[in-house]
């Protein structure tokens, strides 16, 4: 199985700044036939189901606001929010889905303000 | 618009069985594979089981192997999932989530059902 870690566990950030979350995967992600990184990143808000922000490595989700974010290769990825907003508080996971049908998260990292 | 609402959840004792259910709507049922991914209480996402489009085709953690089965109905646009045997450490939120073929991310969520197995 892939096994994905994140950091940091949590970070508080000031409203307005960037905030950057880092993924890394045991094996590879990407497919070398298509060039593509299987690794999504999901946001979870307190009392909410998860939303998908960016598949692909690095591509937005309709609707997703452009302060959002993803980048890296391989087994590394960052997701960045370039300028924090209140409603960004919540928790962040990122997901491979290279290895079906296991599709293994990361623990989630706590975005707060400061 | 998409929708995924989960139902059946509720407070059952260890070794006994529930039925969850996920009602779809708003998009073509039959096209889509279908997952389960429960959270536990404060705790990360964990992916429980598929099923391809057409139901032909199911997968399960390790965890509820033996135990869980998932099933459709694409007539009816519903997901299920039978679990058996149930222990404490299953007790979690339940979600359904909508996949595209093999290897997509959830783009779409539902609300969640709440199971908790305790005596």
């Known amino acids: 199985d892939i096994v994905m870690t994140q950091s940091p566990d949590s970070l508080a950030v000031s409203l307005g700044e960037r905030a950057t979350i880092n993924c890394k995967s045991s094996?590879?992600?990407?497919?070398?036939?298509?060039?593509?990184?299987?690794l999504a990143w999901y946001q979870q808000k307190p009392g909410q189901p998860p939303k998908l922000l960016i598949y692909?490595?690095?591509t937005r989700e309709s609707g997703v606001p452009d302060r959002f974010s993803g980048s890296g290769s391989g087994t590394d990825f960052t997701l960045t929010i370039s300028s924090l907003q209140a409603e960004d508080v919540a928790v962040y996971y990122c997901?491979?889905?290279?290895?079906?049908?296991?599709?293994?998260f990361g623990p989630g990292t706590k975005v707060d303000i400061k | 618009e998409v929708q995924l609402v989960e139902s059946g959840g509720g407070l059952v004792q260890p070794g006994g069985s529930l039925r969850l259910s996920c009602a779809a709507s708003?998009?073509?049922?039959?096209?889509?594979?279908m997952h389960w991914v429960r959270q536990a209480p404060g705790k990360g996402l964990v992916w429980v089981s598929r099923?391809?489009?057409?139901?032909?085709?199911?997968s399960y953690a390790d965890s509820v192997k033996g135990r869980f089965t998932i099933s459709r109905d694409n007539a009816k646009n519903t997901l299920y999932l039978q679990m058996n045997s149930l222990r404490a450490e299953d007790t979690a939120v339940y979600y359904c989530?909508?996949?595209?073929?093999?290897?997509?991310?959830?783009?779409?969520w539902g609300q969640g059902t709440l199971v908790t197995v305790s005596s």
């Open positions: 692909w490595a690095s």
């Open positions: 708003g998009f073509t049922f039959s096209s889509y594979w």
């Open positions: 099923i391809n489009s057409d139901g032909s085709s199911t």
């Open positions: 997901q491979q889905y290279y290895s079906t049908p296991l599709f293994t």
């Open positions: 094996q590879s992600v990407l497919y070398s036939s298509n060039n593509k990184n299987y």
């Open positions: 989530a909508r996949g595209g073929a093999a290897r997509t991310p959830y783009d779409y």
